[in-house]
C-alpha cells in the first residue's frame, strides 16, 4: 500500500507506530530528526508522513512551514493539545492532527482518510470493504460488480469516500453537488443518499451512509 | 466594636482644636491689649464692651477661618478619596475574574499610590503563582501523554481478555488529561486577555457533532441537530465547542442503546444539550459542578472534571450552565451579543 514516513524522536514511540502500521499494509520508515528526515524525502518519495511536533533538532511547526512545492499529507502527532497549538499546526500545513495519547486504530483510520483525500493519491482506486471507486472514470463496483450511478450520485459518494469514517457537512455536499443556478430544495442531499443507500444494499454493499440530522453524513464499513 | 477611624471626623476635631485653642489665645491676647480683667467684668457697660470685644476680635475671626476651612477641608478629602472609592467599585464589577485583577491608580491622589502600589505587587505576585501552578498542572499533564501513548499503543498489540479493560482505563486517564489541559487553556486565555470573537453556536454545534458522530454510532446511539439559523454570541469558539463537547459526552453516558441525543440553539444565545436518561436536577448539577473541589472526581455519572469545566468556561462568558429535568436539558446561556461588554 502506502509508504509512509515516521518522523517521532521517541524510538519506542516511533516502532510501535512503525508497527502498527505496518500491520496494516503500509510500508513504514521511521526517523528520530528533522535532518534525518530531510535525507529519507530527499532520497525517496512517501505517500504521507507522520509528524511529532517536538523534535530534539527543531519545531515540528516551524519544519513544515519551511517545506515548499508539493509534499505528502502530513499527519501531526503531539502532546501538545492547547488548542491554538492545533490551530497553528494547521494553519502552518498540517493536513491532520491527532493529539496523544491515541490508539492505534485512531491513527490508521486518520492516516488512511489522509492518503484518500484529493491531492493525496489522486488517482488510486478508493476501497472500502467490498466496494471500490475508481475516481478517474467515477466507477463504483461491489464485489467486482458495477453499480449504476447518476453522475450525482458517483460525485456524492466520492464524497463520502474520501472521508469515509468521518461526518461530510450538509452544506459542503450541497456546495460540491450544485451549483449556484440549481435550487437546493432541503430534501434534494437526503433523497440522493437515500437512492444511493438503497443502491448500494441491493448491490450488497459492506458500506453503511449514516445521516446525522441537521449535520450531514457519514460512510462507514459496517461492523467496523 | 469601636468606629473605624476616619479622615472627615478627625479632620473636624482638629479644626475643634484649633478653634478652641486659637480662641483662648486671642482672649489672652486681648485680655493682656485692652487691660480687661475679671475685677472689671462687674461692671454693666465693662461686660458688654468686652463681650463685643471679644466677638468682634475673636469669635468672628474664628468663625470667618475655620468654618471655610472645615468645608475646605471635607471637600479636598471626598474628592481625594472620589478616585479610590471608584476603584473599589470597578474591583467589585469584576468579581467574576480571578486573575489580572489591579487597581487603576490613575487619579489616585499621590499619598494613596505607595498602599495602592503594594497591593498591586501583591496582586501580581499572586497572579503569578497561579500561574506558576496551572503551568505545572499543564507540564504534567502534557508529560503523561507519551507514556500514555505508548501504554495505549502497547495494550493494541495485547491479545488478551484484559486488555480491554485496561483500554477503557486508559481511555479515563486520556479523558482527564485533555480536562486538565482543557482547563489550563481556558485560565491561559484569561490571562492573556483574548478578546472575544462572534461565535455562531449553530456552527460550534455542528462541528462538534461531527466530531463526535463516529464515537455514538460506535456505542449505538444517534446524534441529532436543530439549528437552521445562525446564533450569534461573543466568546471564544475553541472554549464554547469543548464546554459542549463535554456536555455532548455526559449525554451519550446517560443514553440508552439506541437512544439519541439532540443538540438545538435558541435565538438570543441558548446551546442545549437533551438525551433521553434520567434527566439531572438543579441539586445535582450543583454538587457535579462543584466536584473539582474534591478528590473523588471519579463520579457514577463518569462525567470527571466535565460539569466543572463547563460551569467554569461558561462563567469566563458571563454565561450560566442550567439545567432542565423536565426537559431532560443541560443548557448553556449565553449573554446575547450585544448586551455584554
Not at chain 1, 203 to 208: F, K, R, V, W
Not at chain 2, 104 to 129: H, K, Q, S, W, Y
Not at chain 2, 136 to 145: K, M, S, T, V
Not at chain 2, 182 to 210: K, R
Request: proline residues 5%; glycine residues 8%; aromatic residues 4%.
Amino acid at each position: 500500500m502506502a509508504r509512509v514516513l515516521i518522523i517521532e524522536d521517541n524510538e519506542r514511540l516511533a516502532g510501535l507506530i512503525a508497527d502498527g502500521l505496518a500491520a496494516q499494509g503500509h510500508v513504514c520508515d521511521a526517523v528520530h530528526t528533522l535532518a534525518a528526515a530531510e535525507d529519507a524525502l530527499a532520497a525517496t518519495s512517501f505517500d504521507g508522513i507522520v509528524l511529532d511536533l517536538g523534535l530534539p533538532d527543531g519545531d515540528g511547526v516551524d519544519w513544515m512551514r519551511a517545506q515548499h512545492g508539493p509534499r505528502p499529507p502530513i499527519l501531526v502527532l503531539t502532546a501538545r493539545d492547547a488548542l491554538e497549538d492545533r490551530i497553528k499546526g494547521l494553519d502552518a500545513g498540517a493536513d491532520d492532527y491527532l493529539p496523544k495519547p491515541f490508539a492505534m486504530s485512531e491513527l490508521a483510520a486518520r492516516l488512511r482518510a489522509l492518503l484518500r483525500r484529493p491531492g493525496g493519491r489522486q488517482d488510486a482506486i478508493l476501497s472500502l470493504g467490498n466496494l471500490a471507486f475508481d475516481p478517474a472514470s467515477q466507477q463504483v463496483t461491489v464485489d467486482a460488480h458495477p453499480l449504476d450511478l447518476t453522475r450525482r450520485e458517483a460525485a456524492l459518494i466520492e464524497l463520502l469516500l474520501r472521508r469515509a469514517g468521518q461526518v461530510v457537512r450538509r452544506a459542503v455536499i450541497e456546495s460540491s453537488l450544485y451549483t449556484f443556478d440549481e435550487a437546493v430544495t432541503p430534501n434534494a442531499v437526503e433523497a440522493n443518499i437515500s437512492r444511493l443507500r438503497r443502491k448500494l444494499e441491493e448491490a450488497g454493499a459492506a458500506l453503511e451512509l449514516h445521516t446525522i440530522r441537521g449535520v450531514g453524513y457519514m460512510a462507514r464499513v459496517r461492523g467496523a | 466594636m469601636s468606629r473605624p477611624p476616619s479622615i472627615i471626623r478627625r479632620l473636624t476635631a482638629s479644626l475643634a482644636w484649633v478653634g478652641g485653642l486659637g480662641a483662648l489665645l486671642l482672649l489672652i491676647v486681648i485680655g493682656i491689649e485692652y487691660r480687661i480683667s475679671f475685677s472689671n467684668l462687674g461692671d454693666h457697660d465693662a461686660f458688654v464692651r468686652a463681650i463685643h470685644e471679644l466677638s468682634e476680635h475673636v469669635l468672628l475671626p474664628m468663625a470667618v477661618l475655620i468654618l471655610p476651612m472645615a468645608l475646605a477641608g471635607r471637600w479636598a478629602i471626598k474628592s481625594g478619596v472620589r478616585p479610590l472609592i471608584e476603584a473599589a467599585a470597578q474591583i467589585d464589577a469584576r468579581a467574576g475574574e480571578t486573575r489580572g485583577v489591579r487597581v487603576d491608580t490613575t487619579g489616585f491622589p499621590i499619598e494613596a499610590r505607595p498602599f495602592a502600589d503594594a497591593i498591586n505587587r501583591v496582586l501580581g505576585r499572586i497572579d503569578g503563582a497561579a500561574a506558576l501552578h496551572e503551568a505545572f498542572a499543564a507540564d504534567i499533564a502534557h508529560e503523561l501523554r507519551t507514556p500514555l501513548t505508548l501504554l495505549s499503543l502497547e495494550l493494541d498489540r495485547l491479545d488478551h481478555p484484559d486488555a480491554e479493560r485496561m483500554r477503557g482505563d486508559v481511555a479515563r486517564m486520556r479523558r482527564l488529561i485533555d480536562q486538565l489541559m482543557l482547563l489550563a487553556q481556558i485560565d491561559a486565555d484569561h490571562a492573556a486577555q483574548i478578546a472575544p470573537m462572534p461565535v455562531d453556536l449553530s456552527d460550534v454545534a455542528g462541528d462538534v457533532l461531527a466530531q463526535l458522530a463516529p464515537i455514538a454510532l460506535d456505542r449505538g446511539l444517534r446524534l441529532a441537530l436543530e439549528a437552521d439559523v445562525p446564533v450569534v454570541v461573543t466568546g471564544r469558539r475553541e472554549a464554547i465547542g469543548a464546554a459542549l463537547r463535554n456536555l455532548i459526552e455526559n449525554a451519550l453516558r446517560a443514553s440508552p442503546a439506541g437512544g439519541c441525543v439532540t443538540v438545538r440553539t435558541e435565538a438570543g444565545g441558548l446551546l442545549a444539550v437533551r438525551d433521553e436518561g434520567p434527566g439531572l436536577s438543579a441539586d445535582q448539577l450543583a454538587t457535579l459542578t462543584q466536584r473539582h473541589r474534591r478528590a473523588d472526581h471519579a463520579s457514577k455519572h463518569g462525567a470527571g472534571l466535565g460539569l466543572a469545566i463547563v460551569e467554569r468556561i461558561m462563567r469566563a462568558h458571563g454565561g450560566t450552565l442550567e439545567t432542565s429535568s423536565e426537559a431532560r436539558e443541560l443548557r448553556l446561556r449565553f449573554p446575547s451579543a450585544g448586551a455584554s461588554d
